[in-house]
């Protein structure tokens, strides 16, 4: 009923920056809180950084002073702007939005996954 597909990732130098998008599509009413998690090989997938619907944000201390979460509400898309990159921000990231469908009903959606990679 809805489908979230990540989209930017890619192989980056130490120091660098990419930016990731989150596209959601399908029965939407409205999409909720949304975030961005990773998950690196043999690691627990993590929280990276949230948004509410209002804009207010949190990130892991890792990411803080580094990246920045954003969202278009027009475009049911959200966004990860990532500076200064770091060869242990590499993973795969995946982002999920709690929406509301067109029929009121509620559920949290992920997409398929974006791969991040920092060479040093």
């Known amino acids: 009923q809805v489908q979230l597909v990540e989209s930017g990732g890619g192989l980056v130098q130490a120091g660098g920056s990419l930016r990731l998008s989150c596209a959601a599509s399908g029965s939407i009413f409205s999409l909720n809180d949304m975030g961005w998690y990773r998950q690196a090989p043999g690691k627990q997938r993590e929280l990276v950084a949230r948004?509410?619907?209002?804009?207010?944000?949190n990130y892991v201390d890792s990411a803080k002073g580094r990246f920045t979460i954003s969202r278009d509400n027009a475009k049911n898309t959200m966004y990860l702007q990532m500076n200064s990159l770091k060869p242990e921000d590499t993973a795969v990231y995946y982002c999920n939005a709690d929406t509301t469908l067109s029929s009121r009903a509620r559920a949290l959606y992920w997409g398929q996954g974006t791969q991040v990679t920092v060479s040093s």
């Open positions: 948004i509410t619907t209002g804009g207010s944000t």
